[in-house]
């Protein structure tokens, strides 16, 4: 699933391009992926004008002059793909983001007065396209349950180590990737940050001090700022209908790089399970 730097460079994509566009005519092949009543359609969604692109954790929100809003998750294979003067697209690496539109793993079809459309792709129908009131997307359980933006500007080093107060006899890994701690981080930022402070992924909670938390703070918002420059990982995602990939695994310290030498210390990377997950250390600079 893609993280928020991959979600956040959808959006800043689609911004530059969708905003104040009207929406002229929709499609979509099976209710899975656009669960909406034609009633809203046609109340809310057709002859609205989009008015901003947002995201929230791993979501997009489209909002639309209607007082509605469109809520996009992308989930495993997703892509959203505008096509126009320019062609943006930006999700699941696949041909689909390059080949003609709309194709087999087309989900739904947005377009726009002028010509253009926007395409939201998705091979394994697990994504989705909600429409509904902007002022009710606080009250979806999703958002009522996700955590704080890491990057938000308001968002302190004291209120990051907070969020983990009440995880105490759980790893800090498991608690990173808890998305009702914090909003949006997945397994690469989680490693990339704690290799940044030189935190053990199996430690509880309950054993990092306050300074390590507050190089945590600092590494993960480093890291994810840092991947949002790069267009994130190209494990997840393409910046554009070119082909060109996120960068950011370039420069990753130490995920996907067992075996090779800790770019701080030149001990051998190693690879464990943490949480589930495949999880990557260097053991000399995160003892446990």
Same mark, same amino acid.
């Given at each position: 699933?893609?993280?928020?730097?991959?979600?956040?460079?959808?959006?800043?994509?689609?911004?530059?391009?969708?905003?104040?566009?009207?929406?002229?005519?929709?499609?979509?092949?099976?209710?899975?992926?656009?669960?909406?009543?034609?009633?809203?359609?046609?109340?809310?969604?057709?002859?609205?004008?989009?008015?901003?692109?947002?995201?929230?954790?791993?979501?997009?929100?489209?909002?639309?002059?209607?007082?509605?809003?469109?809520?996009?998750?992308?989930?495993?294979?997703?892509?959203?793909?505008?096509?126009?003067?320019?062609?943006?697209?930006?999700?699941?690496?696949?041909?689909?983001?390059?080949?003609?539109?709309?194709?087999?793993?087309?989900?739904?079809?947005?377009?726009?007065?002028?010509?253009?459309?926007?395409?939201?792709?998705?091979?394994?129908?697990?994504?989705?396209?909600?429409?509904?009131?902007?002022?009710?997307?606080?009250?979806?359980?999703?958002?009522?349950?996700?955590?704080?933006?890491?990057?938000?500007?308001?968002?302190?080093?004291?209120?990051?180590?907070?969020?983990?107060?009440?995880?105490?006899?759980?790893?800090?890994?498991?608690?990173?990737?808890?998305?009702?701690?914090?909003?949006?981080?997945?397994?690469?930022?989680?490693?990339?940050?704690?290799?940044?402070?030189?935190?053990?992924?199996?430690?509880?909670?309950?054993?990092?001090?306050?300074?390590?938390?507050?190089?945590?703070?600092?590494?993960?918002?480093?890291?994810?700022?840092?991947?949002?420059?790069?267009?994130?990982?190209?494990?997840?995602?393409?910046?554009?209908?070119?082909?060109?990939? /996120?960068?950011?695994?370039?420069?990753? &310290? @130490?995920?996907? !790089?067992?075996?090779?030498? =800790? +770019?701080? #210390? /030149?001990?051998?990377?190693?690879?464990? &399970? @943490?949480?589930? !997950?495949?999880?990557?250390? =260097? +053991?000399? #600079?995160?003892?446990?």
């Amino acid at each position: 699933m893609p993280e928020l730097p991959e979600v956040e460079t959808v959006r800043r994509g689609l911004a530059a391009l969708i905003i104040g566009k009207v929406v002229k005519d929709e499609t979509h092949d099976t209710p899975k992926g656009f669960p909406n009543a034609e009633a809203d359609v046609n109340d809310f969604l057709l002859g609205a004008l989009i008015t901003d692109v947002r995201r929230r954790a791993k979501v997009l929100l489209i909002d639309l002059s209607t007082g509605y809003s469109l809520m996009i998750h992308l989930k495993m294979t997703g892509q959203l793909v505008f096509v126009g003067d320019v062609r943006f697209g930006a999700g699941h690496p696949n041909d689909s983001l390059v080949n003609a539109l709309p194709d087999k793993s087309t989900r739904v079809t947005l377009e726009f007065e002028g010509g253009s459309k926007l395409f939201f792709n998705d091979q394994r129908k697990f994504g989705w396209m909600k429409l509904l009131p902007t002022l009710e997307i606080p009250n979806v359980d999703f958002m009522k349950k996700v955590g704080p933006e890491p990057l938000a500007a308001d968002f302190t080093a004291k209120q990051f180590a907070q969020r983990f107060s009440r995880r105490g006899k759980t790893n800090i890994k498991a608690a990173i990737l808890d998305q009702s701690v914090i909003a949006g981080v997945g397994n690469i930022y989680a490693d990339e940050s704690l290799w940044g402070a030189k935190i053990h992924p199996k430690r509880l909670v309950a054993s990092i001090t306050p300074a390590e938390f507050k190089k945590l703070y600092t590494e993960l918002r480093e890291v994810m700022n840092l991947a949002i420059e790069k267009g994130g990982s190209s494990n997840h995602t393409y910046v554009n209908a070119e082909c060109a990939k /996120g960068s950011y695994m370039d420069f990753a &310290r @130490v995920f996907r !790089r067992e075996g090779l030498e =800790c +770019p701080r #210390c /030149g001990t051998t990377i190693e690879k464990l &399970r @943490v949480a589930g !997950r495949g999880t990557h250390i =260097c +053991p000399h #600079c995160q003892t446990l």
